[in-house]
């Protein structure tokens, strides 16, 4: 570092290009140059004003005699702040100051104090909105990436439970946090996740969703392999069952590795309920899953190829329905598929202000009109309306396009070979799923391959009670979770 | 290379197939006569309206041509796939069922399943017509016919094409089928048909006898004379086992008997009495129906069957002379009840 103060605040402001939220205020203490420079936004003025710059200008003037060596070693030690540092290198200034440290500079000296005057500019912890919840707690991970990691650890006081950080992106320099426990999760994955994440080489991450595409990249599937929420206890029970954890800067969606399928069908709540409820709602998440995605593409090859396998008296109501119906039935499930998937992209995005007029005009469109004005048949709204409630009873957003595209797959499938084609579609499916691995880990498991101790917690879950062991497909490491050692 | 593969198998195997379901017209019973060596199929079809159906014929020498004739009176391609009822008129019966029994077998267009019957006195035309006008064009009407017959509760006996078809070319059984008819401008269960091979040999009124001794008759009701007044009786659960040494039969009947309505006083005096009575009724009942189906030659309760398995040198002719004896044994129900006296 350049022991001229001069030169380096000069270096300094060329390196943030004259910036103009970059604040240099130069002052003179007992003959010396001295500089702080921070960045405003980021920094609390407050907290500048009030601690760093008092005791530069009046408390150093209370300092007596020669306590200290020099006029450095005084400002290190009078300055009140819980995380001071000392920087030697020039080029880890720009970082600190981009956090929001205030650095103080001492002319003649080839160090720098860093000082913590972050300004808080998180939003507070509040409920989730996407992954509600009945009975359990509501609070959801937010922007702020200490506060995240405080949310793990308040739940999981075990000196075990390990955050290691690294930075990505060339200029964002994320901080990603992969969180793990260290008597449970497998080193061996837990290393190979740091070892990825520390080779992305990218200018830029801005959410856990950047991450994703980096750590998996072996297999394509449109169904994903990762969970991401933004619920602390599901990231705890992930955690707990010996499954890593990444935390991202600025997002405040938690990224689970790996994801199984059978994730997707389990939510934290399940573990609040009285089981033999939950596998009721557990059958029905599988019921809506494979009815979202196999009912329109079955109707379609009912009502064109496999016409002899409806009763009579469905086959005559069906006839009637389809009667007046200009359009192929399979143009008018995705012409109908298709509106729905405006429909629900619009709610998404629209100020909810004007939600209201948009469902009325939706709600009519799709529902009676259409079918009044002779363009789709009631039953295919019904097919459309049956379809897009099932595929809504999934959170995770990946999980709902990956359900999207399967559906549209099946429904081709189904257009041009029928049953035959629907039946080859839905094998295609189940080879894709088996044959999908996520860091080792079969993607179907504990069903295939099958898992005993797994099942207990499958499409089923047995009581807490008797739930003895960690899956060895998650962990082979310390297995017991119930009695034991720990 | 392999999802090319995949593709091509794929449309082999199912792109002809492919039909919109308003592009067709759904045939639901079907009839089947013959005037001047000329078939004449009548379709019962589903309206473009709900709750409609229009009645459409076709007439040709053969029954593709009749059907194709048909068909040109359609708008829409005619759907047989779903035709529960087909009605054949006695006069087709007599020549012999063979050629329409080939004809369905071997056109899979139609399901093989839906019901076969006689149309006894009329043609099935007129029979698809009182349907029509009697709203009552509803593809199960007739089968519904049979399974709310007051007289006997038949459990299986309407027959399938597929069931016919097995009867025919099992060896010692002879096939019979259920009749319709038209009374007072309704459609209703006729006689029996007796068949020899594929042909109608003649309508029988015992169908009571012939149900029992062919095991399909679950309950039936029995009315039993005195003097001036009758009681009436129901006979349930009734099973028969045939039993043979190879040159007679044996037939052993059990079943319960309940007292449904009592009117003779006290001419039937006691339980022993009233089974007897029963039996003697039942006895008259089945003899009657052995009688008449050895008259017409034709073992329709399959005896032949079961003979040849012990017999190796059955004669063909084997049915007219066999010695047939049923044995009873029913047992009193409603024992508490009032109903007889000691």
């Given amino acids: ?486 | 290379m392999k999802k090319w593969f995949l593709l091509c198998i794929l449309f082999l195997l199912t792109s002809c197939d492919y039909k919109e379901l308003n592009e067709i017209s759904i045939s639901t019973v079907l009839g089947i006569d013959k005037k001047d060596n000329q078939y004449i199929i009548s379709s019962l079809i589903v309206g473009k309206e709900e709750n409609e159906t229009i009645l459409q014929n076709g007439t040709g020498t053969s029954l593709t041509t009749a059907f194709a004739n048909l068909n040109l009176n359609l708008s829409e391609n005619l759907y047989l796939n779903h035709v529960q009822t087909i009605i054949i008129s006695d006069d087709l019966a007599k020549e012999g069922l063979e050629p329409i029994l080939n004809y369905f077998i071997k056109n899979d267009s139609i399901q093989n399943n839906f019901y076969l019957f006689l149309a006894h006195n009329v043609s099935s035309k007129q029979i698809l017509e009182t349907l029509l006008e009697s709203n009552n064009s509803d593809y199960n009407t007739i089968t519904n016919i049979f399974k709310y017959n007051d007289e006997i509760e038949f459990s299986d006996k309407t027959d399938t094409l597929t069931e016919l078809v097995d009867t025919l070319l099992e060896k010692g059984k002879e096939p019979t089928l259920n009749t319709v008819t038209i009374s007072k401008e309704r459609v209703i269960a006729s006689n029996l048909a007796i068949l020899k091979k594929d042909k109608l040999k003649a309508f029988s009124e015992n169908m009571i006898g012939i149900a029992i001794l062919s095991n399909h008759a679950n309950h039936i009701v029995l009315n039993i004379a005195c003097k001036e007044n009758k009681s009436v009786v129901e006979l349930g659960s009734i099973h028969v086992k045939t039993k043979t040494n190879g040159k007679k039969i044996d037939n052993y009947i059990t079943g319960n008997i309940s007292v449904k309505e009592n009117t003779c006083g006290k001419t039937i005096k006691n339980e022993k009495q009233l089974l007897k009575k029963v039996e003697w009724e039942l006895q008259k009942i089945l003899k009657n129906s052995i009688n008449e189906s050895k008259q017409l030659n034709s073992d329709i309760f399959g005896y032949g069957a079961l003979l040849s398995k012990k017999n190796k040198n059955l004669k063909t002719d084997y049915f007219t002379d066999l010695i047939i004896e049923n044995h009873m044994n029913f047992k009193i129900k409603d024992k508490e009840g009032d109903v007889y006296h000691e």
């Fill in chain 1, 1 to 486: 570092m350049n022991p001229n103060i001069e030169i380096l605040i000069q270096k300094i402001s060329e390196t943030f290009h004259q910036s103009s939220d970059l604040k240099i205020r130069n002052l003179t203490i007992k003959n010396h140059k001295v500089a702080y420079l921070f960045i405003e936004g980021v920094s609390s003025g407050a907290t500048i004003s009030e601690f760093i710059v008092h005791s530069m200008t009046y408390d150093i003037k209370q300092t007596k005699g020669n306590i200290f060596h020099n006029l450095f070693d005084t400002l290190q030690n009078i300055i009140p702040n819980d995380s001071l540092m000392i920087l030697e290198k020039e080029e880890d200034i720009p970082y600190y100051l981009s956090s929001g440290f205030t650095i103080v500079l001492v002319d003649g000296y080839k160090k720098a104090i860093v000082l913590e005057s972050r300004q808080d500019l998180s939003r507070g912890i509040s409920e989730s909105s996407s992954e509600g919840i009945i009975r359990g707690p509501k609070d959801s991970f937010t922007e702020t990436h200490a506060m995240n990691i405080g949310l793990v650890r308040k739940r999981i006081k075990d000196p075990n439970f390990v955050v290691k950080d690294t930075f990505v992106g060339k200029r964002t320099k994320t901080k990603v946090s992969t969180l793990y426990i260290h008597d449970i999760a497998e080193m061996e994955k837990v290393n190979k996740i740091i070892d990825k994440l520390s080779k992305i080489d990218v200018d830029g991450i801005l959410d856990s969703g950047n991450i994703r595409e980096f750590l998996i990249t072996k297999q394509k599937s449109t169904f994903p392999k990762v969970i991401s929420t933004e619920r602390p206890d599901l990231v705890c029970q992930s955690l707990l069952n010996g499954k890593i954890v990444i935390l991202v800067e600025n997002s405040p969606y938690a990224l689970i590795i790996p994801a199984l399928f059978i994730d997707f069908f389990h939510n934290p709540e399940d573990y609040y309920q009285n089981p033999a409820n939950v596998n009721l709602t557990r059958f029905l998440r599988l019921t809506a899953f494979l009815m979202t995605i196999l009912i329109p593409a079955l109707y379609i090859s009912v009502m064109t190829f496999n016409t002899s396998i409806l009763p009579e008296k469905l086959l005559i109501s069906l006839y009637h329905q389809r009667l007046a119906v200009p359009f192929p039935t399979s143009f008018e499930i995705l012409l109908l598929l298709i509106i729905f998937e405006i429909l629900r992209e619009c709610d998404i995005r629209i100020p909810s202000a004007m939600g209201t007029a948009m469902s009325i005009v939706g709600g009519l469109v799709l529902g009676d009109a259409a079918v009044s004005a002779g363009i789709v048949s009631p039953i295919a709204v019904i097919i459309v309306a049956v379809t897009s409630i099932s595929g809504l009873l999934f959170s995770d957003i990946d999980m709902i396009n990956g359900i999207r595209f399967w559906r549209i797959l099946f429904i081709l499938f189904s257009t041009f070979f029928g049953i035959i084609g629907f039946t080859v579609c839905l094998m295609i499916l189940v080879i894709k799923l088996a044959n999908l691995k996520i860091m080792g880990t079969d993607y179907l498991s504990p069903i295939s391959p099958l898992n005993v101790i797994g099942l207990k917690d499958s499409f089923i879950r047995i009581p807490k009670n008797q739930d003895k062991e960690r899956p060895s497909y998650l962990t082979t490491k310390n297995k017991i979770k119930l009695g034991g050692k720990k």
